[in-house]
């Protein structure tokens, strides 16, 4: 067994979806100090130990029909690299972990938010055992998953989220939920899994392409007309483009790759990389910010 084999069993390069959990921040300023940040990350590494867990179950639930696919065959459990004994070990492990920090979080900010934590890995249980054979429905748990990393940032720091940024949330998970069906039936046909025989790709991509316009024009209400992130109308126009260019990209990267997997798209493409840190970046008020921490805020 080598480290890659664990770092592909606990889907390491997926905690980048974690990042979630600190949207408040770059919302409310007045939200940053010392304890804030210390149950933000102790609640980024609650939900990066849960989520390896969901993971795990995942591959326990699906490695004998991973063994016929000729991408997951090479995943830890399938492969028979990491046995299920090690791997079931391995989760209690992990659960242990995020029970561990998650209470931490609570602790220090005196709130429950351990109990979003709970909702996520039941809610991964309800995929693994039988959602994920139901058609439509078993894309809707993806974006949920993400739901709750944005809905637990904000409980944790006391704050109620908003809907509309939820809802953006939401559609632009939804939209590379589709992007993964259609290129997993693009690539494999519905043989190894059955659930894609219920779907069309034309169905698929024509779906993709409304939930990221819809994704598009949502942000852009959010950034002019709800003012979301309080930044300067230059920024908020580089916001909008930047988005839509990043769509643009991973439809670009997506037409010519030959994996499902979007976080691998995003991650190893170094234009869709600084894309993604320039989207960060035009989100931040910095005058505002410096004001806020020069006046002592954190």
């Known amino acids: ?27 409310d300023y007045s939200l940053l ?15 990066c130990f849960i989520s390896s867990c969901a993971y795990i179950l995942n591959d326990l639930c699906d490695f004998e029909n ?30 242990a972990l995020a029970a561990a920090a998650g209470l931490l979080s609570d602790y220090v900010s005196g709130t429950r938010g351990v109990f979003v934590i709970i909702g996520f890995l039941v809610l991964n249980i309800i995929y693994s055992s039988f959602a994920k054979f139901v058609p439509v429905l078993e894309m809707m748990f993806i974006p949920a998953g993400f739901i709750m990393r944005l809905v637990y940032g904000y409980i944790i720091l006391g704050r109620r989220p908003d809907i509309l940024p939820a809802v953006f949330i939401f559609l ?63 920024q908020k126009i580089i916001s909008v483009a ?35 840190i320039a989207f960060a970046a035009s989100l931040i008020d910095y005058p505002s910010l410096v004001h806020f921490i020069s006046a002592g805020g954190v």
Do not use: W
């Open 172 to 234: 632009s998970a939804f939209y590379f939920v589709l992007h993964k069906r259609s290129a997993e039936k693009s690539l494999c046909g519905s043989a190894t899994r059955k659930v894609l025989g219920h779907y069309s790709l034309k169905v698929l991509n024509t779906l993709s392409l409304i939930t990221m316009i819809a994704s598009v024009a949502l942000f852009g209400l959010l950034q002019f007309y709800f003012d979301l992130f309080p930044t300067n109308i230059v």
């Open 66 to 95: 991973d063994r016929n696919h000729p991408v997951k065959q090479n995943r830890p459990i399938a492969s028979g690299k990491i046995s299920v004994g090690g791997s079931i070990a391995l989760l209690s492990v992990f659960a």
């Open 33 to 47: 100090g010392k304890n804030n940040l210390i149950t933000a990350l102790c609640g980024f590494c609650a939900f």
């Open 242 to 276: 930047v988005l839509c260019a990043l769509f643009v990209r991973f439809e670009m990267l997506s037409a010519d790759t030959k994996t499902e997997n979007t976080v691998e798209i995003v991650l190893s493409d170094r234009l869709m990389c600084i894309f993604s």
């Open 1 to 27: 067994m080598k480290p890659k084999d664990y770092a592909k069993l606990f889907r390491l390069k997926h905690y980048i979806k974690n990042v979630l959990i600190f949207m408040p921040f770059a919302v």
